[in-house]
């Protein structure tokens, strides 16, 4: 019997193989210009990357965001690929949306990734509107159980929701709910958007329910309303209206910076290499994340997806040699890094 959650997950994919558009191209952390240390009085081979997230120690701040699960061949393949790669180079993976184990039980499995990854940090996903469609504390626990999850993301996508003709479109109550299920759930609880950015209102009724984790998940990257835009076979237009909708990654962060006090922030949306790490983690997030970009070496092997991480890494130590900063303490909200915010 085809499950319609189960489809999705391939027409997702597929939409984004035939069309590039999806990955929005914003180049928002372009407008960002950082100094150069001509004396950077460091050696290169001296860096050190690495940080601290949920306890456990990344060889540097890379998230391989959340992207898909299943019961398909291919999702499996993508999923096992990014938690060997993850694993391989000590790098923190999140799973696409669970909700699909719970109406089509054989997709499980795409979930079971502990033995890929029996070290580095993995990360749930539940659908937070999902809360007034039937979902509960139990569902949640089953999700984290499945993947042994250090933590469990919400995401929230009021956007992609409404412009799908089939969307779970009733947010009201979500906050109290998630921070319900944040207080029983016995890991941590992060919030997400899908490409459409937290505003500093989210944050501020997630911290009053007592959650700490933020994903901003900004516009400039993939768009989820062009990627339901595909789907929908009605003539409306409305995906394509609001493609570009909702608040840059590096703006997310700028109006998150007054709750960095007391939130965790994660950048993720249109980051596309190491240099946009480096200005997310000045401008106050302590992990980054990519979505699009390792898709494609998904598709092809474990080794495909750790040369893309190989490269990112790389990129990201040359820029912190090039600032001066020996390790992620100096460039964390290091703001003085900055010359020019365009
Ligand atoms: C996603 N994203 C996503 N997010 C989420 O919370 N649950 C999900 O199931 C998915 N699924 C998914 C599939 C694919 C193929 C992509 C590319 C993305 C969103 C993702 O985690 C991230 O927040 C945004 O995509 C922004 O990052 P990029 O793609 O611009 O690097």
Redo the contacts with the bound molecule.
Sequence with gaps: MTDPTNERKIE??RA?ERDPET?RHGHWFDRILLTNRALPELALDEIDPSTDFLGKRLSFPLLV????GGDHELVRTINTNLAIAAERCQVAM?V??QRVMFTHPAAEASFALREHAPSTVLIG?VGGVQLNYGFDLDQCRRAVDILAADAL?F?LNPLQEAVQPEGDTDFRGIADRIGEVGRQLGVPVLL????AGLSAADIALGLSQGIQYF?L?GS???S?SRIEHHRRHDGSDIGLRFQDWGLPTPLALQQAAPFLDRATLIA????RDGIDMVKSVILGASLC?????L?QPAMESAEAVVAVIERLRREFITAMFLLGTPDMSALFRNRALIVQER
Aim: proline content about 3%.
């Design positions: 997702h994919i984004i990955d965001s959340s992207m898909t999140a696409g949306s996903n993301y995401h997400k958007e899908v490409g994903d998940a400039g990257g993939t989820w993720s949306g249109g980051l994340g990519m979505a699009a970009p898709l």
